[in-house]
């Protein structure tokens, strides 16, 4: 795997004004993979991307690509090419010249450039469209000149720098198909940035985590969302109940007042430690038949399930569950062995996990509408 | 209301052109009067023609714009360059500042001091410098700001992000500049240069100044020639002049029309 490596992070640190966005920071991408850096915004992914890019210099640490050292290589040397967030296509240019540019820049033999646009152009979905000027196209299409025009230089690595933020849902969804189907049908390897984390799931063979400009956790996708390694990607990854726990011995831990049997080991006696169950693990049961019991005190129609809000002496849990439940009732929760996952104590416990500010946040949103329906019934 | 607004519009443009159109009627007057119009003839024209002099006024002219305007955007593409790279912000500002000047003094106070100034140097340097060369570097002056006011919007409005996408593809910071950044703004150079050039072709106050006997500009002999007793090829000169604006003005609402259109057009989508 290692002889795999093509490109290697070894100790960035960056700063703007004196305000550290990348904090030594170690990577390595395998050649062929498809890599996302996700993070909240100011974690500092786009900087990471922009250094690969070359579009800025780290103030420590080196880059490495295919095992040589390109801290000193300008962008326009290196073997990378970027889609950017927003397009950057050349207004002037029309969607055949925006393609062609980069090779004509490298000298490419002229038949062969209309090949190579063409095909492109074929794989994109913008056949027809050679003589448009990029003003007069959609986002979407826009989007398609902007992978075609990178692409088509048949670059070892193409960065791709939130390429989908600005398209409305549906045609994320099939972009993010588009990309997936792209980069397997290219293998070339693709880093990619989003703070969606939805995207980063659907779409990536590793996810790298990042918050405070360090990598909190890389991993496959189910291996980041089964297995967090800290409160901050729990809570960032999905839906999560974080708990505070303690675990009492191998595959004991004690939490909400009870002791559970779980799957995890490894810990001090007695340690300190986050708890993790996810709302969709936990199964809703009678009264005498759960191991927890609680009032709940929020339900919300979902589509395809129900998410409740579920409170157990004063912690608020929320819970995923396809049967209906009243609210102001009380009701019985049973939870597997297998779906707590335990965590060591990180910078981040206690920040996040108890879902009682979000139900707070539920009310306020909705109080507006309440105010609107009054004035218009008022009317 | 709107009888009354209507009114008020056609009141505004005889006022603006009034003069303008009765220069242009009388210049077709075949009696060289105002008194009385006899017919429609192009004998003005025609002695306007054989004078040489004023020939050679209008080459000066001409020979006085294109070099003046052409240096001016040189100077001024490279100093709207230069200021949009700059980082620091009191700097910029007031550079911006002081190059406004030349454009916010009263011409006579430039003219005055340009005059002043080339006396001086001429006579540190034992020669003289009025002529055609002093008049080269006041119209530069004047009309430089006016180039750089016309060109820093369009390297304002550059989204950044296509210079690194050029450098992304293989550009060099030279080659960036030169296929994706100067296309972009080519329409405020060359809104620059016609600017500069209109400028320069009517300017007298300041030229009025710095000017010596051997290098006289249109509007310097049309002052000579009308200051004592009308002449009325004059008019015909001068319309022709009208003329000539006219089509530049026609010319720069064309060019800037482009730019402003492709802009909207971008923001659309």
């Given amino acids: ?4 490596v093509l490109i290697k992070l070894s100790g960035i640190t960056k700063a703007f004004d004196g305000e550290t966005v990348l904090d030594n920071m170690d990577l390595e991408i395998h050649d062929k993979e498809f890599v ?42 290196r073997q990378v090419n970027t889609v950017f967030q927003r397009y950057a296509l050349f207004p002037h240019l029309n969607v055949y010249d925006n393609v062609a540019f980069g090779l004509r820049l490298s000298h490419v033999p002229k038949a062969e450039i209309e090949t190579r646009v063409k095909e492109m152009l074929e794989m994109t979905g913008l056949r027809g469209f050679e003589a448009r000027k990029p003003s007069t196209l959609s986002g979407g299409q826009q989007q398609r000149v902007a992978i075609a025009r990178a692409l088509v230089n048949q670059p070892r690595v193409l960065l791709l720098d939130e390429p989908l933020g600005a398209l409305d849902l549906k045609l994320r969804k099939d972009m993010q198909n588009e990309l997936k189907r792209i980069q397997h049908a290219t293998g070339i390897t693709f880093i990619y940035v989003t703070h969606d984390q939805e995207e980063a799931l659907s779409m990536s063979d590793t996810v790298v985590v990042m918050s405070r400009g360090k990598i909190q956790q890389i991993g496959t996708p189910t291996d980041i969302y089964n297995e967090p390694v800290n409160a901050f ?12 726990g303690i675990m009492i011995a191998d595959k004991q831990a004690k939490f909400a007042g009870q002791t559970f049997v779980c799957v995890d080991g490894g810990f001090e006696p007695n340690e300190p430690v986050d708890i993790v169950i996810r709302p969709e693990d936990v199964d809703v049961v009678p009264v005498e038949k759960g191991m927890l019991a609680g009032k709940v005190s929020s339900v919300t129609f979902k589509g395809d399930y129900y998410e409740i809000i579920v409170d157990i002496r004063g912690f608020k849990w929320m819970i995923e569950t396809s049967d209906y439940v009243a609210p102001e009732t009380t009701i019985g929760l049973s939870i597997d062995p297998d779906a707590i996952h335990v965590m060591k104590k990180s910078e981040y416990s206690g920040m996040f996990g108890d879902y009682s500010t979000f139900s707070e946040e539920m009310d306020h949103l909705s109080d507006p509408d309440a105010g609107q329906g009054a004035e218009e019934a008022a009317e | 209301m709107k009888v009354f607004s209507k009114i008020y519009l056609v009141l505004i443009f005889l006022l ?37 002099t004023a020939l050679d006024s209008l080459r000066n002219s001409l020979v006085l714009a294109v070099s003046s305007a052409a240096v001016a955007t040189g100077i001024g593409t490279f100093a709207a360059l230069g200021l949009d790279r700059m980082r620091l912000r009191w700097l910029k500002n007031s550079i911006s500042a002081v190059t406004n000047i030349p454009m916010m ?5 430039t003219g005055v001091s340009m005059m002043l100034l080339f006396v001086a140097v001429g006579g540190i340097l034992q020669t003289d ?8 570097i006041a119209h530069i002056t004047f009309s430089l700001p006016y180039v750089i006011l016309s060109i820093l919007p369009r390297f304002k409005q ?3 992000s296509l210079r690194e996408a050029a450098m992304d593809l293989g550009c060099t910071p030279a ?16 809104t620059g240069f016609i600017m500069a050039f209109t400028l320069s072709l009517d300017d007298f106050v300041i030229s009025h100044f710095v000017s010596s006997p051997d290098f006289v500009t249109l509007p310097l002999y049309i002052y000579n020639q009308t200051a004592h007793k009308v002449k009325y090829s004059m008019y015909a000169l001068c319309t022709l002049i009208i003329l000539a604006i006219l089509v530049l003005l026609l010319l720069v609402n064309f060019v800037s029309g482009i730019g402003a259109r492709g802009k909207r057009k971008k923001e659309i989508a």
């Fill in chain 2, 158 to 160: 550059f989204d950044r």
């Fill in chain 2, 16 to 52: 603006l052109y009034a003069p303008i159109l009765v220069l242009i009627v009388f210049s077709f007057n075949e009696k060289g009067s105002f008194a009385a119009y006899t017919g429609v003839s192009l004998k003005w024209y025609r002695e306007l023609f054989r004078d040489s």
């Fill in chain 1, 1 to 4: 795997m290692n002889q795999d």
């Fill in chain 1, 36 to 77: 996302t850096l996700l993070g909240p915004s100011g974690c500092g992914k786009t900087t990471t991307l922009r250094i690969i890019g070359g579009f800025e210099t780290p103030d420590a640490g080196d880059v490495f690509f295919d095992g040589e050292r390109i801290n000193d290589v300008p962008a326009y040397k």
């Fill in chain 2, 175 to 190: 080659q960036s500049f030169f296929k994706i950044e100067f296309p972009h703004i080519l329409p405020g150079i060359v």
């Fill in chain 2, 129 to 136: 410098l009025t002529g055609f060369f002093s008049m080269l």
């Fill in chain 2, 105 to 109: 003094n009263p011409d006579i106070v």
């Fill in chain 1, 233 to 244: 990607v729990a809570d960032f990854i999905g839906e999560s109940n974080i708990l505070d």
